[in-house]
């Protein structure tokens, strides 16, 4: 059964909403959460998806309810993928922790405006030529690939820049110093921006390549716009709050990009047998159905999306333990600043001055 059209529009009128009032409160009060704050607000916004999705039990069916929990787990793995890159972005360019929130706030904006472009024209085409999954499934499968066995790490990549990044280098005029969360500053006189600029410009090319591979993926679970929409919103709603949260363990999760390199081939599998399924190719089975393809099930990809991230934590979580501790991730972050000879990061205000 279709969703009614007025719950759809109310409950992105909501949601819609609510993300703006958390992204309104960065501007509001700039500050460091604290580890029970983002953890609040973290289980908030995953017990506000759970809601959702019993809402949308009861007004539709336990299909779109499974759909919309399977696309949102998917989108949120992903999601806190992109933290890794956005840590070593802050990192390298040395963003003053205090103005960080204003960053991943403007990440999440740019996330959001591009997976919803993305999922307009991939609802579009997935309308018009059905044997697109071919293609989505293909590609989930080899990013599945380059996620297991990158042959670096996201530190080299981030490192490396992206050619619009070393384009903005060369054609604006940009400050040494941060000042404050400022994107414009004067230095004697002169109007010009500040690193924040280079920053902000990271995050979208950062985003626009995560939205490249996220909504394949979610189409793979759905092809209802509105859950795919609704699912990337929950995935981006307490993104900035898991980000302090998570902070430095992040990077002792090194069997998560495991886990969800399976998530990926596995709905890159899904889709191939989908498209296998409703072939229309006539250089396929002469055009004709392939019937023995089977369509897997909402609930089975939901538990091996589960099973997945589960398995992946738990190793990683033992994986640590039995590792010594690494070095004070201030100094690493000082010593890359160093290598780059980005600008130095500024000083933290005392605790007396912090809202």
Known sequence: MDLPVPFEIGALVVLVLVLVADLLIIVKRPHIPSPKESSLWVLFYVGLALAFAGVLWIVADVEHAGQFVAGWLTEYSLSI?????FVLIMSQFSVPRRYQQK??????????????????????????????????GAFLIYTAWKQAFPGGDHDDDVKRESFIVRVVRRTVDISEDYDG??????????????????????????????????IPAIFGITQDPFLVFTANLFALMGLRQLYFLLGDLLDRLKYLHYGIAFILAFIGVKLILHAMHENELPFINGGE???????????????????SMTVATIASVIAARREPAKPDPDAAATAVAAEKGTPPTVDQPSTDERP
């Open 289 to 307: 159905h392939i019937e023995w393809a089977p369509d897997i099930s909402t609930f089975v990809s939901l538990a091996v999306i589960l099973a």
């Open 81 to 85: 993928d992109n933290l890794f890159v």
């Open 181 to 214: 969360a400022k994107v414009r500053t004067v230095v004697n006189g002169k109007r010009m921006f500040t690193p924040m600029i280079i920053v902000f410009v990271a995050i979208g090319m950062t985003d626009l390549l995560f939205a490249l591979d996220s």
């Open 103 to 136: 960053v991943l706030m403007v990440g999440i904006i740019i996330a959001l405006v591009l997976r919803g472009l993305f999922i307009l024209a991939g609802a579009a085409i997935i309308e018009q030529f059905s044997w697109v999954f071919y293609i989505f």
